[in-house]
Every structure is written in C-alpha cells, then in structure tokens.
C-alpha cells in the first residue's frame, strides 16, 4: 500500500470519526446530558477534525511510511 492509499484509508477512518462525534454530541444534547459531557466530545471532534485535515493535506505522510520496507 503506498502513501497516497494510506492517506485514503486513515483520512476515511478519521472521517467517520468525526461523523460518529457529531452524531453522539447530537444524541447527548437531545437526552439533555451534562454540558461537560458535550464538550468532551466536541473537543474529541474538533481534534480529529484537525488530524484528518492534516492526513489530508500530505503533512503527515511521514507517519504513513512503511517502517518495514
């Protein structure tokens, strides 16, 4: 697998990810759950977000090198 589909597969993990996050955050505020609880998964979200951005861009494709090869 080379970098490029690496960066697919990690960015598409991530991706759900976040979907996941906002679809609990969604969930929690409905049920009405403690604000503090929300924003535990808010800043969740938000990170990945951001790691996904950068798996992206190719700023991490160091991360995604083959150790082995």
């Known amino acids: 697998m080379d970098a490029e589909e690496r960066r697919k597969l990690v960015g598409s993990f991530l991706q759900r990810c976040v979907e996941y996050a906002n679809d609990s955050i969604e969930r929690k ?41």
């Open 29 to 69: 505020r409905q049920r009405g759950e403690d604000e503090s609880e929300i924003a535990r998964w808010v800043a969740y979200r938000d990170f990945t977000e951001h790691a996904f951005r950068e798996v992206s861009s190719g700023e991490l494709d160091s991360w995604l090198e083959d150790a082995s090869a």
